[in-house]
């Protein structure tokens, strides 16, 4: 590792956790406890549910020794935001057999905390043997699937598709490129977000020169010519517009200070605009671009300023665009942990045509009541950044465990969120160092080489499924909450349903006996008939290029070219069992199987014609 990436990543370990200053909160009420709330144990977790509470973008949930308390958040290790944005939650993080007591409260936005409900208690069950039973109704459509997946996925700063240099012995520009190429064609995406078009080594801003958007143009060329658009944020500094020009941020020098000329900060952003309309065509960036005003500015780290500079950024960035061409999209504020909201929603005087955040570890809160209190219900809400945890070089985003914590994520978001991006594509990444080995805890849904990981293909079962999402039931052990389940049909009568098992409690990440589960799928409603029906898995031992490459690993940190060979061979979805062929009793088809904790099962079934 070199001094400047080891300053680089010393200097964001103990700048990360720190605010860029106290904003003024907009309108933000302090919200009633939830009622009715409930807690029923089962094997190793309590299942909690409670009554929603209007006003709520999610819900806190607090445990005690006692009945008095005191009361702490449960911490399931997500090192973000610990609020869900609805019930149920399933509790991992207890000791079975030892009674805990549980209160939860509602908050209107990350640190507007409400009051605490009643607390209830509840004691995890020791032992194993949990069984789960899910009914899917193939005729019972609920609505056309959500996939808020498809929209957009992040990526490194997008100049790194064009650098030449070899990680691991691999070309990093070429492999970058083809991991968003795959990215587009086996999970729909349609977008890529990513840092930096703005910074010094694509040459835009030179004091006393014309503006050269030549290097951006090679860049969002070969976006294109792989059948994506950017979504373009307008980030981080050029040296020679800094204000202060020591403030950065990365192993790359991202400079992180406010303009030092703000009219010849918002000159630039309305030059690149015009710039990009002129190239491109103005209905193809109107309608499939989008602009994002910096990131996470509300985090010291990333934004020099104070909270009422970032505002002044919005402003100047978005009049910039809209005077190019008023039906620009432009929004924020691409926070931090779901912050400043409330802030930019009040005090923005430009529109905000799409409200933009990030959070890890917890699927995203629900913001649409934050949006109705501004006026604004209907404004899309993209989750611009989002994933299993913020810390780089960590190890859950290797696991399934990360893969199941993705699914939970993607079906909670559907319908009330327009964009989930995950936070990356490829471990072609260099934030905090390029990686050092093959498997190092890279955000990557692909490693280095474009092998998937687990999450990748979670994603990729999670695409399969069907167009018109179906109705499911559950009883049992952790149904609804430990247990999930997604399902949905296709007008030729293919059934298809993804089942996981998952908490996000990441100290069980390396998986949890007691947490495993008995499941039995019964499909309903189908046609008389004979069916073909598969089923894939994705577990410690199946569709996990982890497993491989810890079984023939030999000490060396990247594979050798025999080595690379066995894990391309094994880079695929693994089948728990052969396909066979079932006729429905009575228009039900059944199976039962064991579920481990994390692990995720993706049943298909299709008509034999």
Known sequence: MSSSTSDARSDWEERIGLRSGEARRGRVPRLPAPAGLTARPGRSQVTLTWEPVEGAAGYLVHRAAEPGGPYEPVDHLGRDVLAVPHPPYADTTGVPDRQAWYAVAAVAAVEAIGELSAPVPATPLAGTGGEVRITVGSRDVVRELPRPW????????????LCPDLSGGRPIGRELTEALRIARDELGVQTVRAHGILCDDLGVYREGRPYDFSGVDRVYDRLLEIGLRPVVELSFMPRDLASDPALTVFAYGAIISPPRDWDRWGDLV??????????????????????????EANLEVFWGGTPEQYVRLYDVSARAVKE????????GPSSAAAGWVDELLAGAREPVDFVSTHTYGSPPLDLRPVLERHGRAGTPIWWTEWGVTPVHFNEVSDAVFAAVFLARGMKSAGGRIDALSYWVASDHFEELGRPAELLHGGFGLLTVGNLRKPRFHVLALLERLGRHEVAVDYDGDGAGSLVEAWAAGDDDGRITVAVWNGTLDQSKAAGEPLLDRQVTVRLTGLETGRYELRHLRVDREHSNIASVWGRIRDGGAWPTPDQWETLRRADRLDELHAPRVVEPVAGTVETVFHLPMPGMSFLELLPRR
Not at 150 to 155: E, H, K, N, V, Y
Not at 277 to 282: F, K, L, N, S, W
Not at 324 to 331: E, F, H, I, Q, S
Request: proline share 4%.
């Open 150 to 161: 498809r929209p957009m996925i992040g990526s490194e700063h997008l100049s790194h598709m």
């Open 270 to 295: 309305q030059s690149f605009t015009a710039h990009l309309v002129d190239r491109y065509g103005a209905a193809e960036v109107r309608d499939r671009w989008s602009f994002e005003v910096w990131n």
């Open 324 to 331: 190019v061409d008023p039906a620009l999209r432009v929004g």
